[in-house]
Each structure stands twice: as structure tokens, then as C-alpha cells.
């Protein structure tokens, strides 16, 4: 028999939405337990998912296909056709993990919940993910506050199922670790967010996603289209704050997905506390 769950230690805030339902959060920390649990290298357990649960996936899974389809870029439909999840059940990160990691050499582990920005990133640069595995609340689908597996694994996982990504991921966490000043990790994840998590890029005469936040977003990868959208420009990203709470008001866009990989790869690769120095001086 598993060991029972200290009620306090995976405490949800009041607004959440499953905040009132004591079955899903008794399950969700059941869930949050196999990631704490986890150390890397370890088979990934598996996790029970309720019907509900298969069910929030399946109807969520399916409108972001089809939405894909129209609006994501190019390159991530190419990760998406490789890794083919499932559509019907939520997945497990065990299957997931051994799909990515055939794919493009990049694991998926479980975590409890949100990690630490350095502990998040640094993993990256060993082409590890750390993704949490509960899923969002039956009684709204298309709405979480806080990342979940919708957006871990469609968001993030089918990316990392392209080369091109997960190479670029991969540079992106080599960046993080020789951001050793706050500062510096602080504007690294400034043009993490505004690329990797919501970037768009012009592709095909028009605005196509290929940052996660967007591509997981059943809301938001529509009305995008009504933010400011604005030209590719480091040091705009670097300086322009963000809530993560709300629809992304301003966007940046590159002129052509060869654009952002090429300034992306050269941007990270050389990327330290002095460059973000130089960066800033550019003001
Ligand atoms: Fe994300």
C-alpha cells in the first residue's frame, strides 16, 4: 500500500481550480509524489489517471490537433507526426521518455511541481526535461494556471521530438549554467519565454507558433493573433516584462523560422554574464 500523502505538502492556492475537490487533490498529490520520488536514471513509474482525467485529455488533445494544423510552424508538426501520442488516455512520461529519447537522444523525467530556474534549465544542457505529470482539473479543460502535462508533453514534448529543437533546447541549457548573476539568468528567461515558450515566426505568408505556452494553449494559440506583435529583437525580449497569468499581450516575431534558429543557436551559444552585460548596453 502506498504511504499516505501529508495533506500540506503539495497545497494548492484557493483559486486554483480543483482547490474544492478533495479527490483530485488527494490524486494530484499522489502524482506529485512519483516525481519527488524520482531520481534520475530510475524507470519512470507509471501514474493512475482517473476517466476524468483521460477524458481532459482527449478532448483537449484533440482541439489542439486540429489547431495545430493552422496555426503551429512547420518544424513542430514534424516533431508532433515522429512522436504520435496518444489521443484517447493521458500518457505516461515512461512512454513519452522512451519515444523522445529514441527520437533525438532527449529524456523526459517527472518532477513534483515547479523547480528551481537553474535546477529547470540547467537540465536542458544534459538534454533532460523535467516535466510534472498531473493534468489540469476536469471543469476547465482549456485552462490551467500552472504548467501541467497538456503543456509538458504536447507543448514541450512533441518540440523535443524534432532534432532541430532539441538541439536548440540543448544550447539553450548550456546558456543557462554560465548565467551565474541574477541578472543574467533573469534576461536568459526573458528570451526563453518570448521564444521557446512564446514564439511566433512568420512561415508561409503568415504568423505560425513554435513557442510551447501557444502551441498547448487551447485559448491562446488563437488569440495570439490579437496581440502586439512585434518585430524579432533580442534586446526588446530581454528588457520587455511578462505575467504568466494572462494572455500574452506583446509577441515577437522572427521574420522566418531559419531567422530564429540561427540568431536563437548564435545568441545562446555564446551567451555568459558578459554577454548579457553587452546586451544590456545596447539601450
Ligand atoms: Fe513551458
Same mark, same amino acid.
Given at each position: 500500500m502506498a504511504a499516505p500523502i501529508? $495533506? &500540506?505538502?503539495?497545497e494548492l492556492p484557493?483559486?486554483?481550480?480543483?482547490? &474544492?475537490?478533495p479527490a483530485y487533490r488527494a490524486r494530484r498529490a499522489r502524482i506529485a509524489e512519483v516525481g519527488a520520488a524520482y531520481r534520475r536514471g530510475d524507470p519512470i513509474p507509471d501514474v493512475t489517471y482517473s476517466a476524468e482525467e483521460d477524458e481532459v485529455w482527449r478532448v483537449v488533445s484533440t482541439e489542439l490537433a486540429s489547431k495545430h494544423r493552422k496555426y503551429a510552424c512547420g518544424e513542430y508538426l514534424v516533431g508532433a507526426d515522429r512522436l504520435v501520442? $496518444? !489521443?484517447q488516455r493521458v500518457p505516461q512520461l515512461r512512454e513519452v521518455d522512451e519515444r523522445v529519447h529514441g527520437l533525438t537522444g532527449f529524456h523526459i523525467n517527472p518532477v513534483p511541481g515547479l523547480v528551481p530556474t537553474r535546477t529547470f534549465y540547467g537540465s536542458l544542457a544534459e538534454r533532460t526535461f523535467l516535466s510534472t505529470q498531473y493534468i489540469r482539473h /476536469?471543469?476547465? $479543460?482549456? +485552462? !490551467?494556471p500552472e504548467p501541467d502535462i497538456v503543456h509538458e508533453i504536447i507543448g514541450h514534448a512533441n518540440m523535443l521530438a524534432s532534432p532541430v529543437f532539441a538541439d536548440l533546447y540543448e544550447v539553450a541549457g548550456q546558456a543557462s549554467l554560465r548565467a551565474t548573476t541574477d541578472i543574467s539568468l533573469d534576461v536568459f528567461s526573458r528570451i526563453f519565454w518570448f521564444t521557446l515558450e512564446f514564439g511566433v515566426v512568420h512561415e508561409d505568408g503568415a504568423v505560425k507558433a513554435y513557442g510551447a505556452g501557444l502551441l498547448s494553449s487551447y485559448g491562446e494559440i488563437e488569440a495570439f493573433h490579437d496581440a502586439e506583435i512585434r518585430p524579432w529583437d533580442l534586446f526588446a525580449m530581454a528588457t520587455q516584462d511578462y505575467d504568466i !497569468? /494572462? +494572455?500574452?499581450p506583446v509577441l515577437f516575431a522572427a521574420a522566418s523560422f531559419q531567422q530564429m534558429l540561427t540568431d536563437l543557436h548564435a545568441f545562446f551559444s555564446s551567451y555568459d554574464d558578459k554577454a548579457c552585460d553587452q546586451l544590456l548596453a545596447q539601450q
Open positions: 501529508a $495533506p &500540506s505538502r503539495f484557493e483559486d486554483h481550480p480543483g482547490f &474544492s475537490d501520442l $496518444p !489521443t /476536469h471543469s476547465v $479543460p482549456f +485552462y !490551467t !497569468t /494572462h +494572455y500574452q
